[in-house]
């Protein structure tokens, strides 16, 4: 079945250094979807990358979907406190339910 | 809008009980989802309805585990008996038909004892 490879599984960086995550999948997705899961909180959408190539910016957030859409990541730019928590990569089969990637837990140290 | 509500927060039962876990989507939100989370296997899909018919529950555990949507603005999640490695945080989502980011509820954490 379809399923998402993340990495790293952990990420420490000090307050101000960049902070960037893949995900890779063997097949070819037709989308994928990122989200912010904050310690104790649920998972919160961020972003949709559906075009090969796509790029997507939120703030200090950026969002690439690979050329041949089997992998994505997503890089913070000069992290901050309120950064911390688990991201996730997800992907759907074939219109499907959403399957997430194990997620990559980034703490920052001011 | 109040976004997905589950209930209850918490949820801690001795093993061998019933458990029951609810859901009320977001008005309008078509798909309905069922996920458990757990330190070690993360965030796994266990059954997702489209227009409250189930789709898929291949990721229900086992036959303890059961789901229903009785209509639209309503869904729960039984387990039966309940066992200890039942515990982990379970969280409801809802998304409109299509390609939709996800809105989740706040979660149910079980702890069976």
């Known amino acids: 079945g379809q399923q998402v490879m993340q990495i790293p599984q952990y990420q420490h960086v000090q307050e101000g250094e960049d902070f960037t995550t893949y995900c890779n999948s063997s097949t070819t997705l037709s989308n994928i979807q990122w989200y912010k899961q904050r310690p104790g909180g649920h998972p919160v959408f961020l972003i949709q990358l559906v075009k090969s190539g796509e790029v997507k910016k939120q703030k200090r957030l950026t969002f690439q979907f690979g050329e041949a859409k089997k992998n994505s990541s997503l890089h913070i730019t000069a992290t901050q406190t309120t950064d911390v928590g688990t991201y996730f990569c997800a992907a759907d089969q074939a219109g499907t339910a959403l399957i997430f990637g194990k997620g990559t837990t980034l703490s920052v140290s001011s | 809008d109040a976004g997905v509500i589950q209930s209850p927060r918490h949820e801690v039962t001795e093993m061998g009980q019933e458990v029951t876990l609810r859901c009320k989507p977001i008005?309008?939100?078509?798909?309905l989802f069922w996920y458990r989370q757990t330190m070690m296997r993360g965030l796994e899909l266990l059954i997702y309805?489209?227009?409250?018919?189930?789709?898929?529950d291949s990721g229900m555990p086992e036959d303890r585990f059961s789901a229903k949507m009785p209509n639209a603005s309503f869904s729960t999640l039984k387990i039966q008996p309940s066992e200890p490695r039942d515990s982990a945080v379970y969280f409801c989502a809802s998304s409109p038909r299509g390609y939709y980011g996800y809105t989740f509820g706040s979660g149910t954490r079980l702890t069976v004892v």
């Open positions: 309805f489209n227009n409250n018919v189930p789709i898929d």
């Open positions: 008005s309008g939100h078509n798909s």
